[in-house]
């Protein structure tokens, strides 16, 4: 029956790259982002038969909220390396026991904690009592029991920006992956007003990032220095430098099993559903492809891994010739000024006010959360925190 739905002829079905958002609960509180306040209802969230439909994958992100919270997500990941060759769970990292338990079933999967800074500026955006504890000490175990992808991803901002080359150090002694990202807004943050303010301090730490991972002996760090480069880029408000290609081969499905581009709208695009339709007629539908023409003329300029990796390897002569071009210039270092957009900015060519105006933060936009009429109808007599701290007082209470 699945191979039927995913398979209509004897042709082999091309691999896609899919983020799978397995649940929109969230335990942390974290400032730029306001998921943790609308939470998914847990009878909705994804089941194992609707994973069953997914297409074959050559890369699955498990995201949320935060996966950890689903009592079944080992379940969820058997099912999903039935169709992926490689997966990675991202989380907050705070269900040690949870996370520990999974990597002994699952030793190849990949583990990202989000840390956002040093213990003082990681609790404070986080919102996690002793998150920075829990997460680093879930790391370490991790590594200690011999995990061999694991990794920090940190969202950089004003607020932490100076902790991101000691963090990425911290990172690199453990021998661990280090994942950067900056602030975005969309349906799936819940947000409309995360900005930039500084914008050449946090260009300065990126740059010094740069510097760092060009300076390593890792072909893959130096193209991790091209992505910190368009963080750069992107956080002037430039255009992207890689096409986004999302939808084409790349594709995110929410907890209500609705398939979407991406995760950088600022509502929900929705392609089909795979609870009620099969992925080849979900994939083909008119409905698809009238979301691929809205990718098309997209003009948010998200930078983030989700949607740069794919374009990293589709378009890899454009990284590896800045890669080429920055390593084959020995004592010379990068410098964001490279960037025509920081040049003009730091000669008063352009205004803060003119850079604001390139971003997507928008202080009077009615913000979408994404979430099914359920869902939100659970929020009428509650809030999203009562909702999860409920949930997760009742799993305790279940395993008691
Ligand atoms: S730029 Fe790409 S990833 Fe960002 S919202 Fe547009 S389609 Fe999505």
Known sequence: MVAADTKQNNAPQKKLNGTVIVTYRCNARCSMCNRY????????????????????????????????????????????????????????????????????????????????????????????????????G???????????????????????????????KISDELGMEFATASLHNSFYFVEAKNIIHDRPMVAGHFEALVNELLK????????????????????????????????????????????????????????????????????????????????????????????????MHKYIWKPAWWVLRHKLRPGKKYSMYENEICRRYRDGLVTKEELDACSTCDLAAAVSDGLSDASREQLRDKTGEEIVAENLAAQSAENA
């Open 37 to 136: 306040k609308a939470p998914s209802k847990p009878e909705e969230e994804l089941t194992l038969e609707t994973i069953a439909k997914l297409p074959p994958m050559y890369f699955t992100n498990i995201t949320g909220g935060e996966p950890f919270i689903r009592a079944d997500l080992a379940d969820i990941v058997r099912e999903l390396y039935k169709k992926s060759d490689r997966i990675v769970i991202s989380t907050n990292g705070f269900f040690t026991d949870r996370i520990i338990a999974l990597c002994e079933e699952f030793p190849q999967v990949g583990i990202r904690i989000s840390i956002e800074g040093l213990e003082e500026t990681n609790n404070a955006i986080r919102g996690l009592e002793n998150g920075f504890q829990r997460g680093y």
């Open 216 to 311: 390593s002996n890792s072909p893959k760090k130096w193209f991790r220095a091209y992505f910190n480069h368009g963080l750069i880029n992107y956080i002037y408000g430039q255009p992207r430098l890689l096409p986004c290609d999302m939808s084409f081969d790349t594709f995110f499905i929410d907890p209500y099993g609705d398939v979407m581009p991406c995760n950088g709208t600022k509502d929900k695009e929705v392609m089909g559903n795979l609870n009620t339709q099969t992925w080849d007629e979900l994939w083909n539908s008119p409905e698809a492809e009238a979301v691929r023409q809205k990718v098309r003329s997209c003009d948010r300029q998200c930078w983030m891994i989700g949607s740069v990796s794919p374009a």
């Open 138 to 168: 879930t790391l370490k175990r991790l590594v200690d029991m011999g995990m061999k992808d694991v990794g920090f991803g940190m969202t950089v901002q004003d607020r932490n920006a100076p902790d991101l080359v000691p963090l990425y």
